[in-house]
Every structure is written in C-alpha cells, then in structure tokens.
C-alpha cells in the first residue's frame, strides 16, 4: 500500500518521494509507480551531497554500519537520518568519518614495512635512485609519515615528496598537524621516536618538520579523479577490501596502469591480488606486486 505520497509533474522525467518512484509520460499523459528501496535512495543523496559512491563498496557490510550508526544517534529509518545529515554538520561529519573507516597505525604489519626496507626498496633503487612514490588512501598520515621514516633510515634520495591522498579533507587536516597518541607509535623502537618525532606530553607526540617536509597531502577520489603516472612505488593498503570485486578489479588496472616498468604495488595484509598476472603485475613478495 502506498500512503500520502505527493509528486511535481514534469513533461518527462523521475521524481523520488519517500518509498516510491513516480515516472511521468508527458506523452502519454501516464504515471507509473513503484516501490524502492530505501537504502537505494540514501546511497543516491548521499553521492549528491558529498560526491562518494556508496554503490562501489560491499553492501552487506556498508549498509550494516551505517544502520548500526544511525540507529546509535536515535534515528530508526534512513530518509529520517539523511534529513538529520542534512541539517546538522557534527552529524554529517561523524558519518563521513564512520564510513571511510580511517583507522591506521605507524608501520602497520611491520613485518611488511621490514620486506620494504631489506628487499623492495633495494629492488627499486637499482634502476633509479630518486623515487616516486604515493600513499593512496593515507588516512590520518601514520602510513606516508612511517615511509618517509623508513626511506631516511635507508638513506634514499628524498628530492621528491612523497604524495599522500585521501578522499576526506579532515583526515588530511589532521595528518598536516602531525599529532598522534603515544600507542600509535608503538611499532618504532624508542630511538626512532626520539629522533623523529616531538614529545609533547600528556600521552601525544609531534612528527618533526625533517619528515614533514617530505610529503604531500592532497585531497583525491580513488573511484573518479586521474591518477598520476611513473610512480615507482604506490601503497595502497587496507583501502580495497571494502569495495566489490569489479571496483578493486578497476582500482588495481589503474595502479598498474600509473605504475612505471618494474614499479611495485604494497597492498595490505588481507588484499592479496589473485589476478595478478592477468592485470600485468608479478609477485615480488607477499603483497608486494612489481608491474611488468
């Protein structure tokens, strides 16, 4: 049953209200209804508002939180809650945040940042001593400020910055101050964070300027903005598995494509690529994928 639902007429078109679609003829002089999902229509004003396309990330999982995240704030359908986003800008930032899922750490999986340092950028800098390099998807900057680290310690030619991207510019305010609780570092042995970060009391450290100057934050839209080419090295880690299977299938055709010959790709530890071969990357280590 359909109840009170109101529509503008338009000679053609589409107009969604509430539960139902109503499509107008002007032609025919016929208006068809139906029923839709209302999850569909949150998805569709929600790629309005902010430009992010839920439809790219898996359903189950992504309308899970954000149900479990409106019901917490009260809210017990989703036309309800997108009104709530609309009017209020703590609530709409609190959503963004929840489902871009920006959690890191500094040399998350360190075993992997230990096979960057002995064996990949040793690889990579036998055919070119100042690299290229991008953090994609790089959230609150642990993962392009434990590169830089890393690069210093290896004694790597820095003369390019490393680019830092992310699709939420307030994660990217962040990662510029460079301010983050003391359990986050807890992958660095004590010297490194004496030697690279600021105490500043109170459970919270500072990344020094000598390792901020070497990256570049910059906001980016993995799934619509142009990729750069000739980098040597992209990390793109803990970012895909929240997508299907054709937007990962896309996303890694355009790493590869923005790779230069023998670059490498560090994906994250529960991303492994099994087409691999089929889209032009060869393993180079346990997610760790060299380009062709």
Known sequence: MINNWQYKQ?????????????????????YTVSLVD??????????IKSG???TNYKRPQMERRIRTLMRSQGVNDLTAYFQLL??????????IDHITIN??????????????????LPLLLKTNQRLKIWS??????????????TLLESRCD?????LATDLDREVLRKAQIGLYAAKSLANFPAPLIKKYFEDQGGGYYRVKEMVKRHV?????????????????????????????????????????????????????????????????????????????
């Open 10 to 30: 338009y000679s053609t078109g589409v107009t969604v209200v509430s539960d139902v679609i109503v499509q107008y003829d002007g032609a025919k002089g016929v």
């Open 38 to 47: 209302d999850y569909d229509v949150f998805v569709k004003r929600v790629h």
């Open 52 to 54: 992010l396309d839920l």
């Open 86 to 95: 609309e009017r209020d800008a703590n609530q709409y930032r609190k959503f």
């Open 103 to 120: 959690v890191s750490e500094f040399l998350r999986n360190p075993g992997q940042w230990e096979v960057l340092s002995q064996k990949i």
């Open 136 to 149: 994609a998807g790089c959230s609150t900057g642990e993962e392009p400020y434990s590169l830089v680290i």
């Open 158 to 162: 820095l003369g390019n910055q490393v």
């Open 216 to 292: 570049k934050f910059q906001s980016h839209n993995l799934l619509k903005d142009r990729f750069e080419t000739g980098f040597d090295l992209i990390l793109c880690r803990n970012v895909v598995i929240y997508f299907t299977e054709e937007t990962k299938t896309l996303l890694y055709q355009r790493f590869c494509q923005a790779l230069c010959k023998g670059g490498i790709l560090f994906t994250g530890s529960t991303e492994q690529i099994f087409q691999a071969r089929e889209l032009g990357l060869n393993s180079a280590a346990t997610f760790f994928y060299q380009k062709a």
